[in-house]
């Protein structure tokens, strides 16, 4: 009953659907890893199983063997009593010639008892070659189903954590104004040209005070004391000094200016 158990089982799990058990379980990694615990639980015990019943029939086989030696082996010695026994005949010793023919004769009933067991174990030599055989595609069937469940289980995983990935970037994506990625800079902008203008104004400010105003009148001085020594200059009258140079001024802005003749 255990090998047919085991056997059923093996031709069971051969002959799963995957996809379609992947399609209807709830969550197909957790029932991926219970299948692959199950698959490799059965590979195990149907590897002992086969491996029990290869034992029985190499003992079958190595009966049978013995079965045949014995019977060629008993006919071997019936033979040679027959023959020993025709020997003590012909030479009128009939007391060991019976006794010779009666051992060839046990030896006969050996033969034939050797040679009836091993054909009764002929057919069940053949039948448990057949289920050794079922069984060892059975399980090489069962072993790359669980190849097939292994590679489903990484693949699984594999999508898994991809589509992971892809929903955090997704998320951090949902942060970001994506329909107007440029917003945070413009912002920056404007407020670079607000700081500017607020410098210009400074500068304005500051070119509007008092102090700004007594160096611009320098400034003016400064001129006018140029202008002056320049008429001088061409006046042929000598240089001017500097603390000349305001009543050359007020002179220059009093006469109209005659070149020399």
Not at 102 to 109: E, Y
Not at 122 to 148: R, S
Not at 246 to 257: F, K, L, M, R, W
């Amino acid at each position: 009953m255990t090998k047919q158990s085991i056997f059923g089982r093996i031709a069971q799990l051969a002959k799963a659907n995957i996809n379609a058990l992947i399609d209807q379980a709830e969550d197909p990694q957790l029932m991926l890893d219970q299948m692959v615990r199950d698959y490799t639980n059965s590979i195990a015990e149907a590897e002992s199983a086969i491996a029990e019943t290869i034992g029985n029939l190499r003992l079958l086989e190595e009966d049978h063997s013995e079965d045949v030696r014995a019977a060629s082996d008993w006919g071997n010695k019936a033979l040679a009593a027959s023959r020993k026994a025709d020997e003590y005949r012909g030479s009128g010793n009939a007391s060991d010639a019976d006794k010779f023919d009666n051992l060839a004769k046990v030896a006969l009933q050996r033969q034939i008892t050797s040679e009836n067991e091993a054909k009764m174990a002929e057919p069940q030599i053949a039948a448990q070659t057949q289920v050794v055989e079922q069984l060892k595609n059975g399980l090489n069937g069962m072993k790359q189903k669980l190849e097939q469940l292994k590679s489903k289980r990484s693949e699984l995983i594999a999508r898994s954590k991809t589509a992971e990935a892809q929903r955090k970037v997704a998320d951090a994506v949902k942060s970001i104004d994506i329909l107007d990625p440029t917003s945070e800079v413009s912002r920056f902008e404007d407020k670079i040209r607000r700081e500017e203008a607020k410098v210009r104004g400074q500068q304005e400010l500051a070119a509007s005070s008092l102090d700004a105003q007594f160096e611009s009148l320098e400034d003016i001085g400064e001129l006018t004391e140029v202008e002056a020594r320049l008429a001088a200059m061409k006046s042929g009258a000598p240089a001017i000094s500097g603390s000349q140079a305001q009543p050359a001024v007020e002179a220059t802005q009093s006469a109209p200016y005659t070149p020399n003749q």
